[in-house]
């Protein structure tokens, strides 16, 4: 069982960035994958970014494309989420998901079996 532990939200203003940490703990294999999910009041939970285990493929949701990146550094077992140019349209929780599962899109949940509690991001205009 990975335990996934995000921070890094906050209240922010228009145009600002932030940077949200994710650390798993416990054993991940080998092709893990890790993403960043956000669901917003009344909303269903929407993909943002996913990156495979070699750490260089990655997708993006439309939305959030150019503006943020999705980073992990293996030796700390952590995945980021760099938000630059930030929109009142990003305010959301933000949840880290991990998992093994390949036989769907990693833009879905059904793709992962580990999630995080979720960290709020709240962009005022």
């Known amino acids: 069982q990975v335990r996934l532990i995000e921070s890094g939200g906050g209240l922010v203003q228009a145009g600002s960035s932030l940077r949200l940490s994710c650390v798993a703990s416990?054993?991940?294999?080998?092709?893990?994958?890790m993403a960043w999910f956000r669901q917003a009041p009344g909303k269903e939970r929407e993909f943002v970014a996913a990156?495979?285990?070699?750490?260089?493929?990655?997708s993006y949701a439309d939305s959030v494309k150019d503006r943020f990146t999705i980073s992990r550094d293996e030796s700390r077992n952590s995945v980021f989420l760099q938000m630059n140019s930030l929109k009142p349209e990003d305010t959301a929780i933000y949840y880290c998901?991990?998992?093994?599962?390949?036989?769907?899109?990693?833009?879905?949940?059904?793709?992962?079996?580990?999630w995080g509690q979720g960290t709020q991001v709240t962009v005022s205009s």
């Open positions: 990156l495979w285990s070699d750490g260089r493929t990655d």
């Open positions: 416990g054993r991940t294999q080998r092709f893990y994958k």
């Open positions: 998901a991990g998992g093994l599962i390949s036989t769907v899109s990693v833009r879905t949940t059904a793709a992962y079996s580990d």
